[in-house]
Nanobody, 127 residues
């Protein structure tokens, strides 16, 4: 059964760092663009960062540019989101998703139907 599993969330103080992982099982990620999305309480889900299947193209939401870095290791069937300089407004449940779409900006901004979603991991930024 194809599934995505996120890990790495937790409680961190403002200014701290976390690295999220998105691991695939039951299928290989190298054919898919992967995106990280988040949803805070009472807010709509938003695209944070997306990466093409080869890793050659990336997109970042303005709110996370220069703080977050998306990367992938297709040999490990895993995509990462390195989050630095975390702010309280980054608090949300973070989800990863896989799509055969080729335009990462469209994937992140329009959030079309995805081929798979993970169950989410909670990130809380608080002192």
């Amino acid at each position: 059964q194809a599934q995505l599993v996120e890990s790495g969330g937790g409680l961190v103080q403002p200014g701290g760092s976390l690295r999220l992982s998105c691991a695939a099982s039951g299928f290989t990620l190298d054919s898919y663009a992967i995106g990280w999305f988040r949803q805070a309480p009472g807010k709509e889900r938003e695209g944070v960062s997306c990466i093409s299947n080869s890793g050659g193209s990336t997109y970042y939401a303005d709110s996370v540019k220069d703080r977050f870095t998306i990367s992938r290791d297709n040999a490990k069937n895993t995509v990462y989101l390195q989050m630095n300089s975390l702010k309280p407004e980054d608090t949300a449940v973070y989800f990863c998703a896989a799509s055969s779409i080729t335009t990462v900006q469209y994937m992140c901004v329009m959030i079309p139907e995805m081929d798979a979603w993970g169950q989410g991991t909670l990130v809380t930024v608080s002192s």
